[in-house]
Each structure stands twice: as C-alpha cells, then as structure tokens.
C-alpha cells in the first residue's frame, strides 16, 4: 500500500467503477475494496530524497558498504510515518546502503529490547528517533561502546556520548519563527494590542513545552501575548475538538498558532464549522496540505513553520558517510560534525511553491 | 414405567425423623411433649436438656430494638433474651425481622433505637470485626466463605495468627485441626480449598471459623437448610457440646421438629416484633407457636387431593434420560391436571433432573416429550414454547430481578407475547401481573416495588406467577417451599393444587418429606441419579419415604 | 390474614402463669398492608427504581448548573452576550454529540452485564475504512454505509467472540481494541486521511434552525436509545440478560444471543459516531477517538449505570457526557490547563460513585451512629 495524498486529485475512476459491479456482489467485496489507498499513478508519496548524484558531489558515488540499522516508532502520525519513509527512500538512492529496520515498538522499552537486537547484528551505523531520549539514553550508549555509531534523530540524549551525531529540528526555533510572523502580520496591520491564540500538541512531550515557549519569548519581545491556549493531540479529531472550544473562549481573535499541520485539518475544520475568518492562522511542520493551502490562500492558515521529517534522509545520508569515514564536502572538516540542528523555515504564500517537494 | 425397583425396601420403617446419631448423648427422658399438629406428627424428642428454665446468666438482652430501611420497618421494637449454654430458638416467618435481627447482633448493622445489652453491657457493633472481637459469631444461610481459601485460612480469616508478620501456617493448621476434631470432622484437611467441599463441609468450615473466635455466642441462620439427613444429627451433636461449654446459641429454623428436639427456649418474631418469647421449646403446642408467627392456628395444610384420581391426557414424558455423573435412565410421566412429587436428598440428581428437562442442562442420553412431541433438547426457549415453566431452587440467583419491580418480574418469560412490533406494553403487562397478584395473594399488592422488597414466600410467589401467565402445561418446581414461612407455604400449596385442578400438570421436588406426600398425587423417589420407587402418594408413608431415600446413600450399612 | 387468635386450648405444659408477655401485639392495622404503608413512603414510590433514577439525573442537572454557574462567575464578559450563550450550548452539545452516540451504545452493554473497551478503535477503524480513496469515490452515501457496516461487523465479532466464544468481555473487547487499530493504522497507512465529501463534512457544518445537524444526530440517538431501552422487548431483554442471565436463561431468553446483540448495537453507535467524526475533523485517521471507550464508560458511570450490569439509564449517560463536555468548556473559557481539566474529571467519576454507594440515608445513619458512640 502506498501513501495517500490527500489533495491529489482521484484519478483512476475507471478502475473504481469495476470495483463498483464488484460491491453488487457483496458489501464484503466493497469494503475489502475500500480499504484501498492506491491512487493509480504508481508512484505513490513524496518521499524527501536527494538524489545520488556524483557528479555534483563525489560523496555520493558508491564507496564501502554500510550497513544502517534503523528504529523508529511507528506512531500514528504523518509526520513520524514520514520519517520511516524519507529514511527507507534515501537509503535506496545508495547502492552501497543496506538498510536494516526494526520495530521500535509501543514504548520505550520495547524499543530498547528491539535495540539490543539490532546491537547483537553489528550494523556500521545505527540511525535511531527514540521514543523518547532520556529513556533510550543507555541503548545509545550500549550501541557506542560496541563500536557502532549512533545517529540520534530528533529526541536528544542527555548523555554525549551516546551519539556520534544528533540531528534534530529546533522546537524553540518553531515557536520563535512563529512568534515572529505573527507579530509582523500584525504591526502590518496596525494591530496593537492582538487577541493570539494557540493550539499546542501534546502536553507531556518536551517538544511541546520547547515550541510554546519560543512562541511565548519572541511574543513577548513585542509585547504581546497568549490570550488562550489548549492542548491536542496531534491528531485531527483532537486538533478539531480543542480548537471549537478556543473559538468559543476567544469570540474575536487576530492570531493563532497551531503547532501541528496534521492535527491542523482538525482546526481548520473547526474554523470552518464555526464560521470564523477574521484572524490569520500559522501552521507547524510543514505537510504538504497545509503548504498547498498557504499557495492557494483560500483559508485563514497564511503560513507554517516547518519541522521538516527530510531530517530523516538527511540523516541516512551523513550515516553512509560516517560508516565510510568521509566528511561533508562543503565543510573543512574531514568528518561529518556531531550535532546539527535544522533551522525552522516559515512557509508563505510567497514561497510556498519551494517547498512544496518537502511537504510531507 | 419402573415401578417399584426394590420392593423389599420399603419394609420397616426405622426411628421416625429425627436424628440418627448414634453417638448422640441421651439425656435422661424429660417431660414429654404433645404431640403438634403437623400432618407427619412432630416426633418425640430422643434428647432433652435437662429443664426448661436455664440456669445461665443472661449475656444478650435487646431491648425495643428498632431498624427501618427506606420503605420498611424491618424491626419494630424486638425483645430478646439469651442466656450462656441455652438453645434461644428464633421463630418467625420470612420477612419477620429475623435476619436483620441477626445483622445487628452480628454488627453488619446498627439500629435506630433499643439498646442491645452485650454481657451487661450496653455496646452498638460498629462492624463485623466488632462483633467478632467481642465473642458473637454468626453462620449465615447463604455461607460467607472464601471459596478459594483453604479451610484453615478460611476459619482464622481476619484473624490468622501471626509472628513477625507472617501467618503461622503450621500453627494454623494445627489449630484448624483441633478445632475440626472438636466439630466431629477430623477427616477434613486444614489445608483443603474450601471450594472442593459440599455445602456441609462448608457449614463446618464457618463453625469452625466461630470457635477459633472463641466465641460465647453463636448464631445459626437455617444452619439445617444445606444439610443431608445424617448431617443434621451432627450439627446438633455439636450444638450440644457448644452448650455444654456455656456457649450460647441463636437457633434459627423454620423446621418445627428440629425446634423441639435442639431448642431451650423459643422467641417469635411477627412483623418486627417480638410477640413472645421465652416460650419453652418442647413443650408449647405447635398450633400456639404457629399462631403466635402468623394470626392463624394451622400449620401446614395441605389441599385436598381430587377425590377421583386425575384422569389427564399424557403431558409430559421423559425416556431413559440420563446426564453423565448425575442421573441415569430416568423414565416417568405427568398427566394433565396431575401433581408428580419427587423426593430425594440433596446430591440425589433430582434438580439436574429437573433442569435437564427444561433443557437448562443438556442430557447425555435419552429424550423429553411434551404432549407426544419431542421437545428439542438444551434448549429452554424450546421448553418454554413446549408450554413449561420452571421455578428453579435458588430463586434469588436463578429466578428473579431483585432491582426490577414485581409485574416485569412475573412477565419475564411472556413480556414478548403482549409486545407490538417489538415495543412492550407496560400497562396490559401490570394488568397481568395484578391478576396473578390477586390470585396469590401477593403482600404488598404493589406490582410496581421491587423485588427485593418483598419476603422469601411472596418472591417464591413471584417465581410460580411468572407461569401462570400464557400457556404453561407444566410446571416444574424445585423446593418451592426453601427458606418459605410456614404461613406463606399454605397458601403456595393451595395455589399449586388450584393450578393442577385447572390441569396444568406438576413436576415437584422438594427435600420435605411431607411436602411431597402431601401435595402430591404421584410419588417418585430418587437417590443417586435413579428412580427407586414410583407410587401413588396415599401408598406411601414418611417413614417408607425416608428410608427408600437414605437407603444405599452413605449411611449405606448404617442403622437407619 | 385475621388478627392473631389465642388459642382457647394451650397445651397443659404451658400453663397461662408461664406463658410468655407478648410484648408488642399485633398492631391493629391488618399486616397485609404492612410495609406498603411504612413511614415516608407513600404509595407509588416504589414504582421501580425510577424514582431513584429520577432522583439521581436530578442530582446531574444540579452539577451542570454548578458548572455553569461557576462559568457565569469567572467569566461574566462571555455569559453577558445571548448570542454567544446560545453559541456556547451549541458548541457543548457539538462537543458532546460524538461520545454521547458511543456512550449509548457502551450504556446498552454495560445495562446487559458487558464492557466495551473497542468503542474508540472501532470509530477509528469505521472512520479510516470509510475515507480511504477508495471508499469516497463512492460518495457520502458509500461512506456512510461502510463506516456503519464495518462498525456492526466488528461489535458482532465482538459479541460472537463473548457469547459463543466464552471470552471475558474485558479481554474481547480489549484485544478488539488493539486489533482494530491495528487494521485501521494498516489500512491509513498511519496517515491523517482528508475526507474530501463535502456532504460528509457538511455534517459538522450545516445547521437546522440554528442546531448544529450533529446535535440533531445526538438527539435521534438518543431518543431511539431511550425507547429501546424502556419501551421494547429488547431493552427488557437487556436488563434481564444483565440483571440476572440465569432468570433471564430459564425464563426462555436467548441471553447469548441477546450479548451477542448487544456489542453489535454498540457497534452500530461507533459506526455513526465514525460518521460523525469524521465530518468534524473533516479527516480520519488510526489514531483518532482516542480513549472515547474511557469517556464512555465514566459518562455512563456517572449516570448511573451499575458496572454490574442490570440497571442504568440512557438520559443519565447522556447527562454524564454533557457534564464532561461542559467542564471541558468551562476550563477552555477560562484558559486553564487540559491537565487540571482531567482531574477534575477524575474527581467527578469518584464522586458520583461515592453518592451512588452512600446515599442519603445511610449518611445519616452514619451521622445517628457517631453520635450515639460519642455519647456512649
């Protein structure tokens, strides 16, 4: 099955209508059908790979074998199911890459036993999202002192050494670029005293508390601040309940900040229900609907701040090149650095149409 | 139809019912009681206490004792003396106040008003735990053991001995063990899951747990009601011992013989009160304890059978009915308009019986026709639209609502048939139920209280109304009677002849002897999973009865 | 039944010196109507446990208009604008109306001595199955229909797995939940799938006379619920089934057929449940209605279903949703954290549990008690 995209338009009718003569059959025929997600046109989703091509860059052509182990979890949510992808995509693009992945589970400890699995197979580099980086913090270390490379995706280790490199986006960085829109939008348009609100994602996640006080700082540069706040869940039906319930709390808003574009089809479906247009909306993330919607600017959401899930083939790319022992070519450094960390890029109306090939 | 399998059998009848007990001591013979009214005759008492005043100190006296719960005065200003070493008998019918008596004394409740005097004492038991501590322990009716608890975890439950915070195993079980001994039972392993024994195991089980209380009174809830014959002469073989050692104890029985043959002294409870007490056991007449339960002189009256005997098509008919361990190549029959008793000890098979003609059990073998039909086996809906109705023996766990109000109780098994379309009809529903109200002379009246409001008798009315509804052909009644006071029992005798009289046949079984013999037209008497005898019930006597029943069970060898 | 007769002929054993003072004769009132006429019970007031019932949804409406009193207090700028009130009362009902159909649904099977833990994996999997690209081309019609159909399959797997099966209705229902969300993460890929049937998504949109159709949805739910439960053969086959499946089984009632019934009403409640969130976020995905069996179950709970089956109400569950939407609304309002909201949800569940246990009266028994030990 491959991935769906939402606002692509249906395509392949004929083939549906044959299903159609298929459903008369039996509803159980239809809705075995109707587990289908194939769009038609093959190539299913658009996975963020940089193409190996050597001759712009020498790094990419074929070298030593590495083996990459990969674990992350398989969480309900587009943009984690998008890092699994742009990570298997990349991978393919070498020809020296094998790639090697692992189901991380429920939990953390789940992950942790698939890890020591992965440990005992003694792969070159192990490229790793924890589910949570405190918890996960002695699999890294286990991984480093069997000699194997650790390439921490996103949720930090607290301990130094458990990683060769950490590649992450930057949460506060999110809040701060989203702050800062806002507050531009709103001197633009004489607003002074602004009504925001925020729709966060889920409360417990370090994450989360990261990106609202990167809002909150780069607001109160400017003198303003949060007038109401809720928590989803980063999921659309949550994004959607919460949202309706700040649309009441606040009858008039000039702002609002929802962290998530997934759980954002939820918000802006609650926008819609309640009749609201009067503020403008900054997504979080950057999936592909919500940067197709920025582009045709027929709803509030006028922009997002990306935490781009590319971090993952980016991330397969410097574990080919830390398994080969080269550095990257730009850089003095023969090696590859230990810690790099994505800058969040705001998404307009402007500039949509270069992303559009990162949305996830 | 098997007539009769061992003639032989029913020669001699043994000592009459009362307790076969040979290692029972026999005090020397005391006054003699009148005989009682009761249609099988009250026996004479084997063992007398030596007087009818007992010389013990008074350790219990309530006085005025008062409980209401919402929509009832359970207690009405009760008066009860209890003196160390006496048999204090507590007579009343169901719904009297016995049981809520028996909850304030055991701490479960408090009461309103009163004063409970507790070895001269005025005390109010906060809670079981109390009572316990303060030496009053209670064998409830319903047996309130851990089943998956062993024996000795079971007696020292709450109170296990203990060093450094751990339970004293091998203490306990030697301690369980001498207390078994004691009760007359040192074949029952300390360490033996309670679940694994039968309902007399179990009652020792809970006396066993009183004495390791050390408890100076004990109260005994129809202590009798899940006991086989033979056991009933062990309890009360115990029972004196208990008194013999100054121990009081709270009798409570609905069986008048076993009053006179245990009892010291009698209290009545009516209503909620006390209408006397102190009366001697043995000695007051039966008509006078009976009037003094219930406004009336009788006791228990049997209708009059038919003077011909019933004439009624074939209704139903079991062939070679058999269900592996319980009960093997069952045949008989019951006519329309015939009342077929069938007597038998618990264990006996005769409920499975029952049930596995109404298809709650599925039989191993063998084949139930109604009215020359087959009816499809295991099946209760299948038995149900064949025109039989069953009033199971626990009617609490098996038969009833208890949240729900009466008229849905009596129309559980018709409700559908006044249904339109799938929606009920609540009135036609309560227009049925008060009818069969009236026709059984249901107290309170109100189909609309819930269940649990009302008596065993009256919830037991509840149970044979539900099939006086629709088209019942058959009836099938397990101990109709259980737990029913004496007052109620008439009127449910009465209604099942009426029943009969309008032709719906009767399939009956009932541990009392005399019930049986007479309500019924017909007499089949079961013991372990067979019919050994069939006879017209004017045939039979009591005596022949209880010894076709005991016989070959496991006092087989044993002088009856 | 006649007064208590003297006999004129005591046995000679009991002369008329020993015979004992009957305390307390007989009170003159013929005992038949004893009990009936006991103190602060007239007649009719045991007309069931309705009256109970009755007094307990009382109890509900009282905490909601606690609740939206204390709304009216903190927040006076809002509750002054009419127009806004009215929005608000839509806006909780919205909220309500999703959890509110499961919650009938899971009110059914707990009534009939079950528990449905699979009610949020089956509105996940009926909400994915039903907007998979394939599905939508068959428009709102095909959605609707699968989202229902595939919901009643899975309650009756369910009810089969219980009746037939002989599993515990916690485990069923438990693996059912891991399982359907399973197949629903299979099926979306994990992906949020954008329901793009503007019939579907005019659900949650559209209004009737100024009600959200969502609310219509809830209220029909209901209603039918409500006479399912109280007017029909099956909803006294539910209680019965519940309240006692042995008197229910020798009475002649198919009780697993009944059970089994019952999960596929359940199942049905999620279907359109599915329907209906579905239209709200105007997306679906495996992860959605998330915990909605807890919601349920506390509602339920909370209106006075007995967890061992046999008694409950269907206006009671409903309250139990409002209650928890309104709170949900009243901390939204007033900008307070969704973690403080979930304790006092908490609180909510043990509270009304605790006056469920300890009613009234035995509160005043327990007040009579302390002070007759203190003076004691």
Known sequence: MTQHDPLRPVRDLSRRRLLLGGAAVGAGALLTACTSNDTGDGSGGNEQVKAADSSANPNSAPGQKVVIGFSAPAADHGWLAAITKNAEAQAKVFSDVEFKTVAAGADAAAQRAALSTLISQKPNVIVMLPHDGKELNASGLEAMKAGIPVVNLDRAFPDALAYRLQIKGDNYGMGVAAGRYIGEQMKAKGITNPIIGEIAGMDELELTKERSAGFAAELAVLGFKVANRRAARFTADTGQAEASQLLRALPKMDALWNHDDDQGIGVLAAVKQANRSEFIMVGGAGSLAAIQAIAADNSVLKATVTYSPSMASSAISLARLIGQGKGMSDLVELQVPKEITLASETITKENASAYTKLGF | MTDDKRPDEQVQAAGPTAVDNPDAVDAPDGVDSPNGTGPAGDPPPLVTPPADTVPGEVVLRLTDVVKTFPGVRALDGVQLEVRAGEVHCLLGQNGAGKSTLIKILSGAHQPDSGQVEWLGEAVSFGNPQAAMKAGIATIYQELDLVEDLSV???????????????????????????????????????????????????????????????????????????????????????????????????????????????????????????????????????????????????????????????????????????????????????????????????????????????????????????????????????????????????????????????????????FTRWARLGFTDAGRERAEANEVADRLELRPRDVRRPVRTLSGGNQQKVVVGRWLLGDTKLLLLDEPTRGVDVGARAELYQVIRALAARGVGVLLVSSEVPEVLGLADRVLVMREGRVVHEAPAGELDEDTVLDLVMAGSLMEGAPA | MTERTETAAPAAAAPPADRPTPVSPAPAGAPAHKGAGAPGNGNGRWSGDAGESFRRNLGLVGVLVVLIIIGIITRPDLYGDMNWVGDNIMSILTLASVVGVVTVGMTFVIIGGGIDLSVGAIVALAGVWSTTVATQSYGAGGMIFTAIVVAVCVGLVNGFLISYGRLVPFIATLAMLVAARGLAAEISDKQTQVSNNATINGIASNDILGIPVLVYILAGVVAAGWVLLNRTTFGRRTVAVGGNPEAARLAGINVRRHSMLLYALSGLCCGIAAIMLTAQANSAQAAMANLYELDAIAAAIIGGTLLSGGRGTIVGSLLGVIIFATITNLFAINGLSTEAQNMVKGGIIVAAVLVQQFRFKSLTQLLARNKLSSTN
């Open chain 2, 152 to 414: 000795g975890e079971n007696a020292f439950l709450g109170h296990e001995p203990k060093q450094f915070g751990f339970v004293r195993r091998g203490y306990m079980a030697r301690r369980t063990r001498e207390i078994l001994a004691r009760l007359g039972h040192p074949e029952i392993p300390p360490r033996r899951m309670v679940r694994t024994l039968p309902s007399a195991g179990k009652q020792i089980v809970s006396m066993a747990r009183a004495l390791s209380h050390e408890a100076r009174l004990i109260i005994m809830d129809e202590p009798s009601a899940v006991l086989a014959h033979d056991e009933v002469g062990n309890l009360f073989r115990i029972i004196r011992e208990l008194t013999a050692q100054g121990i009081a104890v709270i009798y409570i029985s609905h069986r008048m013989e076993e009053i006179r043959e245990i009892g010291d002294r009698v209290t009545v409870l009516k209503d909620g009160r006390t209408t006397a007490a102190n009366l001697p056991a043995r000695t007051t007449p039966t008509r006078d304890l009976v009037s003094r339960m219930t406004g009336r002189t009788i006791e228990y009256v049997f209708p009059d059978r038919p003077a011909d005997a019933p004439a009624g098509d074939e209704l139903l008919q079991v062939r070679q009915l058999a269900r592996e361990g319980e009960f093997a190549d069952v045949s008989l029959s019951v006519h329309a308009g015939e009342i077929v008793g069938i007597a038998g000890l618990v264990g006996s098979g005769r409920s499975e019986l029952l049930e596995t003609i109404f298809g709650a059990r599925r039989a191993s073998s063998g084949t139930v026709s109604m009215a020359g039909r087959q009816v499809r086996p295991g099946s209760v809906g299948a038995a149900v639209r064949a025109g039989m109705g069953m009033a199971p023996e626990e009617r609490k766990s098996q038969a009833l609502l208890l949240g729900e109000p009466v008229y849905r109780n009596v129309t559980l098994a018709t």
